[in-house]
């Protein structure tokens, strides 16, 4: 049964700081990966979607990079800025037939200070 | 740019009513999910459709049941609901020939009171 783990469980930093939140998964047979931003009693913003066979994508200040044989997934945020300021969870699909169930992280709840 | 719609956003029930969720995907979206989200936790994968036929089915109580329309919009129907079943619950689409980015709703807030 696929684990997804996201570390840290909180984050708090200054304005203006670049930072890493971690993903690991424990199945590597995953059909793709995708990184989610959710606010308060809010819905589920994707950020980034990588293929398995991708190595990272960007999207302005957010880069996400996949090492799919050891499990792990990064989203780097440059220049962080309150606005930034959710919950983050990433998730993984299995590679199983047709579906495309999303198992997901306990998410990384960060906080940019102004 | 068109996104999933649920309805309604809030529902308030009494134990062992029925509810029935609505979800519209984007227009040419093909796969319909339905996801529930206690408080405090991550969402948890409750069944999807693919053409209107069920693809996977996760951990849905058999208190739930779902389907799929002609017209891809998508009904979770929650009988003899428990508190245990207040949660938000979303619904997500997602284009099975491309790169299946799931896009979710904004989720609807079922209180069982």
């Known amino acids: 049964k696929q684990e997804v783990t996201q570390i840290p469980a909180a984050l708090s930093v200054p304005e203006g700081e670049n930072l890493v939140l971690n993903c690991s998964f424990t199945d590597s047979a995953i059909y793709n990966l995708q990184w989610f931003r959710q606010d308060p009693g809010k819905g589920l913003t994707s950020l980034l979607l990588?293929?398995?066979?991708?190595r990272e994508q960007t999207s302005g200040r957010l880069n996400a990079s996949l090492d799919k044989s050891s499990g792990r997934s990064t989203l780097y945020i440059a220049a962080s800025q309150p606005g930034d300021s959710a919950t983050y969870l990433c998730?993984?699909?299995?590679?199983?037939?047709?579906?495309?169930?999303?198992?997901f992280g306990s998410g990384t709840q960060l906080t940019v200070l102004p | 740019a068109a996104g999933v719609i649920q309805s309604p956003r809030h529902l308030i029930k009494e134990k062992r009513e029925t509810a029935t969720l609505k979800c519209y995907p984007i227009?040419?979206?093909?796969?319909v999910y339905w996801y529930q989200q206690g408080p405090g936790q991550d969402p948890q994968f409750l069944i999807s459709f693919y053409e209107k036929m069920q693809s996977d089915k996760g951990s849905i109580p058999d208190r739930f049941s779902a389907q799929q329309f002609s017209d891809y919009h998508s009904e979770l129907n929650m009988s003899s609901l428990e508190l245990g079943d207040s949660a938000l619950y979303f619904c997500?689409?997602?284009?099975?020939?491309?790169?299946?980015?799931?896009?979710f709703g904004p989720g609807t807030r079922l209180l069982v009171l």
């Open positions: 998730a993984v699909t299995r590679l199983s037939g047709s579906a495309r169930q999303l198992t």
């Open positions: 990588i293929q398995s066979s991708q």
């Open positions: 997500a689409s997602s284009l099975r020939l491309g790169e299946e980015t799931q896009y």
């Open positions: 227009p040419r979206h093909d796969t």
